[in-house]
């Protein structure tokens, strides 16, 4: 069975940082893509940040590019995702996803497995 588990979550003023980390575990990670999703209340769950199955290419939303950073250690079956310079609009509940393909996609529909989400509260 896939199991995704975050980390990392929690309160943190604006301009601070935050390491969410994301540990699967059931299939081969190393040959899967994974994304990073977050869902605000009364919104849409939307892309973060997403990367390949070797971490060759990336993928980053607007709103977060040059803020936040993806990353993956196939050895310990982990992704991360590094957030910097963090503004209250940044504040939602951040979810792991994994896609049974080498490849990212930003729609969330494309992921086979979910984590139960980590909540980041930015305050100003």
């Known amino acids: 069975q896939v199991q995704l588990v975050e980390s990392g979550g929690g309160l943190v003023q604006a301009g601070g940082s935050l390491r969410l980390s994301c540990a699967a575990s059931?299939?081969?990670?190393?040959?899967?893509?994974m994304g990073w999703f977050r869902q605000a209340p009364g919104k849409e769950r939307e892309i973060v940040a997403a990367?390949?199955?070797?971490?060759?290419?990336?993928y980053y939303s607007d709103s977060v590019k040059g803020r936040f950073t993806i990353s993956r250690d196939n050895a310990k079956n982990t992704v991360y995702l590094q957030m910097d310079s963090l503004q209250p609009e940044d504040t939602a509940v951040y979810y792991c996803?994994?896609?049974?393909?080498?490849?990212?996609?930003?729609?969330?529909?494309?992921?086979?497995?979910w984590g139960q989400g980590t909540q980041v509260t930015v305050s100003s």
């Open positions: 996803a994994r896609r049974s393909r080498v490849s990212y996609s930003t729609d969330p529909s494309r992921y086979d497995s």
């Open positions: 059931g299939r081969t990670f190393s040959t899967d893509a």
């Open positions: 990367i390949s199955w070797n971490g060759g290419n990336t």
